[in-house]
């Protein structure tokens, strides 16, 4: 007990038994009628008891929003205080949150979709033979631009151009002088009699076919066909992987594999032959009317690639597919009619 509340106390232990409240109790705004108050004090009860029964009891009749009198000396119970509420968690809308990785693949439906807000579609994971997608992706939209505002156009105006029998001669005499690199890897991949079918369709197109500017082999009494092979082949024969997807300029689709094999199968006439093959002025017109008639061939293929979901994959799934049909053929395991010529991409 505190020395106030103790000087208190005497002085209400002092008091007379009938003698009325404090001033400072009777201006109290207890809102209690006298007439309910009753004096429930015995004679022989402690008057300090008796006056703080009738003050405590006057406090718990009293209204909830009545307030202590300021004139009370002792201390007055402090009100407890409310518990803030847990704060809400936030909106998923919420800007502020960071964005959720397992939704970075999900697209936004159109509703969803401002005018303002850029859209991009993420590409799935590059699969194991393509480890450089995102480049060569890159790469194909660049070579893609270029070929529908220059290459395409020139190939099929040279194709309307150039008569004919024109553009098959000179695709016949390109394709004649690449008959002893085929020859060759015939006969690394033990292959003998398609190296000397081969070996006889080079034979007599140079000679009765003017230099390879007429295909007379593969007609009667001949039938020799025309067969593609390369070095790229051959370690595919021998069980050398492709490798790496590429998608290169000039090139287009290929692989470390047949990358390499082309380099080789490149530089067998400059090495055994010498001139002109080593020379600027064969290489380039052989390379840009090759690569001019091979784009006009494969017009309609390119496109349906075009008009597919994913270009880019459709191109590489179609090359893939394609070269491992040409080593399986070479392996006994897919005839070679199966190979259809419309897929073949060099």
Not at 130 to 157: C, K, R, T, W
Not at 225 to 230: A, D, S, V
């Amino acid at each position: 007990m505190s020395f106030s509340e103790f000087a208190i106390a005497v002085a209400l232990a002092q008091a007379p038994v009938t003698a009325t409240p404090p001033p400072a109790l009777a201006a109290h705004p207890f809102d209690v009628a006298p007439a309910e108050m009753q004096d429930l004090r015995a004679p022989a009860a402690p008057v300090a008891l008796s006056a703080q029964a009738q003050l405590f009891g006057a406090l718990a009749i009293a209204p909830a929003e009545a307030k202590p009198p300021t004139s009370v000396p002792w201390p007055v119970p402090l009100e407890p205080i409310p518990l803030e509420p847990e704060a809400q968690p936030p909106a998923l809308d919420d800007p502020l949150l960071p964005a959720d990785p397992s939704a970075a693949d999900t697209a936004p439906t159109d509703d969803q979709v401002d005018g303002n807000e850029i859209v991009v579609t993420a590409r799935p994971a590059p699969p194991k033979s393509d480890p450089m997608q995102e480049l060569n992706a890159d790469s194909f939209e660049v070579i893609q631009n270029v070929d529908e505002a220059v290459v395409g156009p020139v190939a099929l105006a040279y194709e309307d151009t150039v008569p004919s029998p024109v553009r098959s001669g000179i695709s016949n005499f390109l394709s004649n002088l690449g008959e002893p690199i085929v020859f060759l890897n015939y006969l690394l991949q033990l292959k003998p009699g398609k190296a000397m079918e081969t070996l006889g369709r080079f034979t007599i197109n140079s000679t009765i076919g003017i230099g390879g500017l007429v295909d007379v082999a593969k007609k009667p009494p001949f039938n020799l066909p025309k067969r593609n092979n390369g070095f790229a082949n051959t370690l595919g024969y021998y069980g050398v992987e492709p490798g790496p997807f590429l998608f290169l300029p000039l090139i287009g689709p290929t692989t470390v594999r047949d990358l390499f094999g082309r380099v080789v199968d490149l530089s067998v006439l400059p090495v055994a032959v010498g001139k002109p093959f080593n020379e600027l002025v064969y290489t380039l017109p052989a390379g840009i009317i090759t690569s001019l008639d091979s784009r006009a061939a494969q017009d309609e293929q390119l496109r349906k690639l075009r008009e597919s979901s994913d270009p880019y994959t459709a191109t590489r799934e179609l090359y893939l597919k394609q070269r491992q049909a040409e080593i399986d053929a070479l392996r006994g395991k897919v005839p070679e009619e199966r190979v259809a010529p419309e897929e073949q991409v060099e």
